[in-house]
């Protein structure tokens, strides 16, 4: 009964997996290439890493390229990430040119084949807060959010959580909605207009712990800090996710590159 059988083992191992990540090392909210590159990190040292991505195709906004020219850009400076990911591309000048369709599988090959696991379909709808820290996500189905069904979510403990929402900072407006008191150094979760040099640092930069227990990486670093936006390069965006990989083992005092 070949029927019977396909359906018993997707059922069995997706309730394996989800038993095994009910607690986890960290929870990543969202599947872009911040969450990508910090995941593959984490994994490779040994943590219990999950992602959890709305969309049916976790990778935010790689594939595209710039306006659907589907091809994206680096800095040199990622080279040996790239390599290490065993990615193909060009160098041109200061830059390196990736196709973003090879460029989101190999981070979503990556990622995945160092033991993260990603949960698609999934909204992250809250957060679970004790005594003034961040100790896990709210998770739902995304058609449960979609549809507005009346439906109770089921919760995620995590050591850490990292808000890898892109533009909108999805997991911070959570708290901010609340009225909880968070560091917001322009007041407001707000992005500024286009400026690829300076945005690609000010993602770096304002990668980190913002509230107890909840780190922002990638765009979302970008509204929550209040800098402007970098179109479709992408070194930033990776050098974010290893920079919360790496403030994450630190905590743990796990040893970093
Ligand atoms: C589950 C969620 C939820 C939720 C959102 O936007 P992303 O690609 O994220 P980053 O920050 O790694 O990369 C940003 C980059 O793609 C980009 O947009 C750039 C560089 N823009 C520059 C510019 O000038 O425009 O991915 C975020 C992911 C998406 O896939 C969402 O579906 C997902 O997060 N997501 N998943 N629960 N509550 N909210």
């Not at 990778?59 to 990615?87: A, C, H, P, R, Y």
């Amino acid at each position: 009964m070949w029927d019977y059988e396909v359906s018993k083992i997707i059922v069995e191992r997706f309730f394996e997996k989800l038993n095994d990540n009910l607690n986890v090392d960290v929870a990543i909210v969202g599947g872009g290439p911040s969450a990508l590159s910090a995941s593959y990190y984490l994994s490779k040292k040994g943590l219990k890493v999950a992602i959890f991505e709305a969309k049916n195709e976790p990778g935010g906004g790689t594939w595209g390229g710039g306006m659907m020219f589907n091809e994206l850009v680096v800095e040199n400076d990622i080279k040996s990430f790239l390599d290490e990911l065993g990615m193909n591309y060009l160098i041109k000048n200061n830059f390196i040119s990736v196709d973003s369709v090879h460029f989101a599988s190999s981070l979503l090959y990556n990622a995945t084949k160092a033991g993260a696991i990603l949960f698609n379909n999934v909204i992250v709808e809250d957060i679970v807060l004790y005594e003034n820290k961040v100790n896990g996500i709210v998770i739902n189905w995304a058609p449960v959010i979609r549809q507005k069904l009346h439906v109770d979510p089921i919760t995620i403990m995590a050591k850490f959580v990292v808000d890898g929402t892109g533009h909108p900072a999805n997991v911070v407006n959570m708290l901010v909605d609340r009225g909880i008191d968070i560091d917001l150094p322009i007041g407001k979760i707000r992005e500024y207009p286009m400026n690829a040099k300076e945005g690609e640092k000010f993602v770096v930069e304002n990668t980190k712990e913002v509230f107890p227990g909840l780190y922002v990486m990638g765009m979302a670093a970008v509204s929550v800090g209040g800098g402007p936006r970098m179109g479709p390069i992408f070194g930033g965006m990776i050098k974010s996710g290893l920079k919360v990989a790496n403030k994450i083992l630190e905590k743990l005092s796990i040893e970093v590159k």
